[in-house]
């Protein structure tokens, strides 16, 4: 049996796809009674962001995470699929 080569460029690309389409269903599903359970979750990352004035230039850096249930079960259901093709 040959085993095939997986990239794992497109594994990140499902989980992200994943985490992005469960994160906005979850945010959908704030506003529906019944599933409310699916936007659920918690944001982590950087408040306010960090300024490097370098005189020339001035850069900004910056970093916001919002996982909630419906991204993670996005990111199941994209591993699902990765280990399927």
Do not use: H, Q
């Not at 499902?14 to 699916?38: D, H, K, P, T």
């Not at 996982?67 to 699902?80: L, Q, R, T």
């Amino acid at each position: 049996m040959a085993v095939r080569d997986k990239n794992i460029w497109i594994l990140l690309v499902f989980l992200l796809s994943g985490l992005v389409i469960g994160g906005l269903l979850g945010e959908l599903a704030a506003r529906v009674n019944g599933l409310w359970w699916l936007s659920y979750g918690e944001s982590f990352g950087l408040e306010s962001p960090i300024y490097l004035n370098l005189s020339v230039i001035t850069i900004t850096f910056g970093l916001m995470f919002r996982i909630n249930i419906a991204s993670i079960i996005g990111m199941a259901i994209a591993i699902f699929i990765y280990r399927k093709i």
